[in-house]
């Protein structure tokens, strides 16, 4: 890279085919991306910059970046962030790097709540967010529904603490409640929520070894093995969701294609929770379980 001139669009071009090479899924936005955060600009700001020389100082920064990610290591983790629903979310290796197909979990919920399909009895809406991670989803409808109130949990409380920092900066931390511990076992056992959100472990542990080397290295392995049949929290997560949950209340769930019928099965076999239905994303496949806790007692 340092016996010419280095035009911001020569590194682009050098760059994305290096990382073609590498076996990068999407090699050239992968260079833009870490091209604009080793500039401090915006990607749009390459193209204007196009036939600009750069300087050392930034070909050592983007080369070094450069290596990480031909390495394995996820673009989100390099450049510290992922944007999520709109809005620009901070990830670090101790959270999952939020995915497009979980904004329809978003976008369920906040349809339920602003249609009316929640027995709130005129109260504040109450939603939980279990394994809440980077905290997407509970600072997205944080955002979106003003009126309402928030818990995020997690296990992890370095997760928590970047949750924390990404609804410090969308303004919305003080509307949310922050609980350390599995699943629902750091809350009061009294509180009953409208509304759980999750987007729980639900790959095999045998699929694992089968996924992309930058989520199988990089991405916290909590976050994603969902044991032998993977929907080993899944089905803890729905034994317990009737506990939580008024009468009338709702539960959705991400969960990948390959689980769909095992998870269906458990709702079968699981008191006082009815299945309303199983959502496909954009792609056509299984996504977004929607599930409604009976009138029955749990």
């Given at each position: ?36 955060h ?66 329809s ?24 967010d279990?394994g ?20 995020a ?80 929290v ?64 749990p």
């Amino acid at each position: 890279m340092d016996e010419q001139v280095w035009t911001i669009g020569k590194l682009l071009t050098w760059t994305a085919d290096f990382l073609r090479q590498k076996g990068a899924e999407s090699p050239r936005l992968d260079a833009e991306v870490l091209l604009a955060h080793a500039r401090g600009c915006s990607r749009i700001a390459l193209y204007t910059a196009y036939e600009e020389p750069a300087d050392e100082a930034l070909r050592t920064r983007f080369r070094d970046l450069v290596k990480q990610r031909a390495a394995g290591m996820p673009v989100a983790y390099l450049v510290g962030q992922r944007e999520f629903f709109s809005l620009p979310f901070e990830v670090t290796p101790d959270v999952l790097i939020p995915r497009p197909e979980t904004e329809s979990l978003v976008v369920r919920a906040i349809d339920l709540v602003r249609e009316g399909g929640l027995p709130t009895d005129g109260e504040a809406v109450r939603i939980a967010d279990v394994g809440t991670g980077s905290g997407a989803l509970a600072v997205c409808l944080a955002r979106h529904l003003p009126a309402a109130r928030l818990w995020a949990i997690d296990v992890s409380q370095p997760a928590l603490e970047v949750a924390r920092r990404n609804a410090a900066r969308h303004a919305v931390e003080q509307r949310i409640t922050w609980l350390h511990g599995d699943l629902f076992a750091a809350a009061d056992p009294a509180l009953l929520w409208h509304l759980v959100v999750s987007n729980p472990p639900y790959v095999t542990t045998d699929e694992l070894s089968q996924l992309a080397a930058d989520v199988r290295k990089y991405e916290p392995r909590v976050a994603l093995d969902g044991g032998p049949t993977g929907v080993a929290v899944i089905e803890r997560l729905l034994q317990q969701a009737p506990q939580r949950l008024v009468p009338g209340g709702r539960l959705l769930l991400e969960i990948g294609p390959g689980v769909a019928a095992r998870v269906a099965a458990l709702v079968r076999a699981t008191p006082s929770l009815e299945l309303v239905e199983i959502r496909r994303d954009l792609a056509g496949h299984e996504r977004i379980v929607e599930l409604l806790r009976s009138e029955s007692p749990p």
